[in-house]
């Protein structure tokens, strides 16, 4: 039978667990950089994120939604500024809100164009939808095996938008292969059928 004072620290222990990676909180990239994230990750789901939003797929994301998936990543969510990541990427491009992901290269190849079904549908701050393509430009000394991080802008409101995503292991189709840098979202239309359309014409050209 448990005295009183077990009993509180029994409470106590469950409703403060002490493995700090576990609280949810997004981290500036340096702050990933800095420490090795635990192994403990939450299920791989097909749920999406967006909030009722109704996504006409194209075809080639429906069969990416439907096919069998490349890997699986526990994510988490990386801004510039206020501490954050600042200059380029590895490849020496400028990182792109929403499309840039780091990787560890040795899982899941630079250049590789990643289609992320949990991202289809995701509101973005300007009222438009993610169309789920995001582009294996980046790494970090963090980031090891079955992790990504996911480059949500300038700022640390920057990760509002993707704030559901973090800590969570997402599914992840190969949509192919890019040259060069990452498309801008200024250089490319922000609806889902066009940008797939790019995204398939970056994969096409390698």
């Known amino acids: 039978m448990f005295g009183t004072a077990a009993a509180f620290a029994l409470m106590w222990a469950m409703a403060f667990p002490a493995q700090a990676d576990t609280t949810g909180e997004p981290v500036t990239y340096e702050a990933a950089s800095a420490q090795s994230w635990g192994t403990d990750q939450t299920g ?3 749920e999406g994120s967006n909030d009722g939003a109704v996504v006409e797929l194209t075809a080639e994301q429906q069969d990416l939604m439907d096919g069998d998936a490349r890997w699986s990543a526990s994510a988490r969510l990386y801004h510039a500024g206020g501490g954050g ?3 380029n990427d590895s490849l020496g491009c400028r990182p792109i809100a929403m499309r840039t992901v780091a990787v560890d290269p040795r899982y899941i190849p630079r250049r590789s164009v990643l289609f992320i079904r949990e991202t289809v549908g995701l509101r973005l ?3 438009t939808v993610h169309d ?3 582009y294996a430009s980046d ?4 980031i090891k095996g079955q992790k990504i991080d996911l480059y949500t802008g300038h700022g640390r409101g920057s ?3 993707a704030m559901r995503l973090n800590m969570r292991t997402l599914t992840i189709a190969d949509a192919g292969r890019f040259d060069g840098c990452p498309p801008s979202w200024d250089d490319t239309p922000s609806r889902a059928p066009l940008m797939a359309e790019a995204a398939r014409n970056v994969g096409a050209a390698n």
């Open 85 to 87: 990541a600042t200059g």
């Open 139 to 142: 790494t970090g000394g963090a």
């Open 132 to 134: 789920g393509y995001w």
């Open 44 to 46: 791989a789901t097909d």
């Open 125 to 127: 701050a300007d009222g």
């Open 159 to 161: 990760m509002q938008p």
